[in-house]
Structures are given as structure tokens and as C-alpha cells.
């Protein structure tokens, strides 16, 4: 067989395996839309109804989660470093954010099976599940799993091998989840930390991030160009603090409601009220 036909022969696979991997990956974001509108139907049979708000933030984290791996953003990602940047901004940080304001945890314990439900209520509050939830270690998984993809030849190797490149993103989702739901509790968590903790661990966090987006700045990676890793560091740095910016907003809400409750503040207004009489 000549060079030209095995090169066109390699590349027809590779075409194909692209075409299914992501034939399979939109049928799991459709399972996933499908599975999570039958669950909140029926809860809203049983308990109060689902709001339709956590319905469309569902919809968005799943179709941030599935932009990048699969599609057009997906195919542009290998060969534009901007385009994987905006990938990984959407993958590990609007994805779990939104998919964290739709409330999952809470929709699968209403809905499971008795013996379903009770077996995930014990993964959550077991031991390491305690320990890889802290914000401080989930910090760690998210941001260190960064470190190692950009700072070794991971991100070369990753575009080689289409398990690793899926163990990468499945990485950077779970962690950006993990990470996401140990700072803002829209699911009621298994086990609290104060606010003063994971505000310390939030900050230490965007200083990470902001730091590793400026060591890309100033050192390319290997077969890149620098215009493109500059211009995809500089994404990073403003896009992930515009997403922290929205993460923050929500942080502070709830600590400004755990601190001044609604009662409280009824109870002050009487008393003011009452003081005018």
C-alpha cells in the first residue's frame, strides 16, 4: 500500500472514530436532559413543584459540558488553543455552576428508589467523600489537575489518545463540579464548613488560577504558537474571574441570608415600628 492511501486510510478512521465518539457523547447529553425532566415531573407529583429555573439551569450545564467534547468547538480545540481555552471555561466552570444551581443531589434523593436514595445518601456522607469535598482539597483536584495538564506534556499527549483526552475532560468537569459545590450549597450538603473557610479557599483558588493563566502568557506551549497561547491565557485569566465574579455573587447572598435571616430582619422592623408609637 502506498504512502498517500495509508495516510487517507488513517485519516478515514480517525474521521470516523471522531464521528462516533461524538454521536456518543451528544446521546449521553440527551439522556442526561431526558432522565433529569422525568425526575423533576416526578417530584412535582409527590412534593412541591420543581422550579422551571433549575430545569433550564440543567439544560445549560449540560450543553456547556457537551460543547466542548463533542461538535464543532470540540474539532476546532485540537488545532486552536483559543478555541480549547473557551472549551475548558465552559467544561470546568459554566457547566458545574450550572449544573450545581439545578440541584441534582437534591432531585435524585426525591426521586430514586428507597434503597437507592439511602445508598447515595451514605456515599455522601462517608469519609472521603468528607475529605475530597473539603473546599481546600477540592481546590487542589481542580486547580492541580490544571497545573499538570498545561505545566507537563499532558496536553500533547491527550490530543493523541481519545481515552485520555475524555479522562482529561471528565477530570476537569468532576473537579470544576466538586470544587463549585464545596463553596455555594444549593444542595443541602452532608456536612458544612463555614463560610469564613471556604471564602479563604475560594480566594486561594482564583489566585491559582489567575497565576497559572500568567505563567501561560509567558511560556508557550510546545507546538503552539505564542499569539494563540497568549491570546488563550488572557481568555482564562478575565473569562475564569468573570465566572468567579458570578460564583462570588452567590457566595455572598448566602452568607448575607445566614447572617440576616428573614425573621430577623421582620423582627427589627416591628421593633422600629413599634418604637414610633
Not at 415531573?41 to 412541591?48: D, I, Q
Amino acid at each position: 500500500m502506498s504512502r498517500e492511501m495509508l495516510l487517507m486510510s488513517n485519516e478515514h478512521l480517525a474521521h470516523g472514530s471522531y464521528v462516533n465518539s461524538n454521536f456518543i457523547l451528544i446521546l449521553l447529553g440527551l439522556s442526561a436532559l431526558i432522565f433529569y425532566l422525568y425526575a423533576a415531573k416526578k417530584s412535582s407529583r409527590t412534593f412541591r413543584k420543581w422550579p422551571v429555573a433549575r430545569v433550564i439551569y440543567w439544560f445549560l450545564g449540560i450543553f456547556c459540558a457537551v460543547l466542548p467534547i463533542a461538535g464543532p468547538l470540540a474539532h476546532l480545540a485540537y488545532m486552536n488553543f483559543t478555541a480549547h481555552m473557551l472549551g475548558h471555561l465552559l467544561l470546568g466552570m459554566m457547566a458545574p455552576l450550572f449544573i450545581a444551581l439545578a440541584a441534582p443531589v437534591t432531585l435524585g434523593l426525591r426521586t430514586l428508589p428507597l434503597q437507592s436514595s439511602r445508598r447515595l445518601a451514605r456515599i455522601l456522607r462517608s469519609l472521603p467523600f468528607r475529605i475530597v469535598s473539603d473546599p481546600f482539597a477540592a481546590s487542589a483536584l481542580n486547580i492541580g489537575g490544571l497545573y499538570i495538564l498545561y505545566t507537563t506534556d499532558l496536553f500533547s499527549s491527550m490530543h493523541h489518545s481519545s481515552v485520555l483526552f475524555l479522562f482529561v475532560h471528565l477530570h476537569i468537569f468532576s473537579a470544576g463540579y466538586l470544587f463549585t459545590t464545596s463553596i455555594i450549597y444549593i444542595d443541602k450538603p452532608s456536612h458544612r464548613t463555614s463560610f469564613v473557610y471556604r471564602s479563604i479557599a475560594f480566594v486561594s483558588s482564583m489566585a491559582a488560577h489567575g497565576m497559572l493563566s500568567k505563567y501561560l502568557y509567558a511560556n508557550s506551549l510546545d507546538g503552539i504558537s505564542a499569539v494563540q497561547v497568549e491570546i488563550g491565557a488572557k481568555l482564562m485569566y478575565y473569562g475564569g474571574d468573570a465566572i468567579d465574579m458570578v460564583i462570588l455573587v452567590i457566595f455572598f447572598s448566602q452568607w448575607l441570608k445566614a447572617v440576616h435571616p428573614r425573621h430577623a430582619v421582620i423582627t427589627i422592623q416591628r421593633e422600629l415600628i413599634n418604637s414610633k408609637k
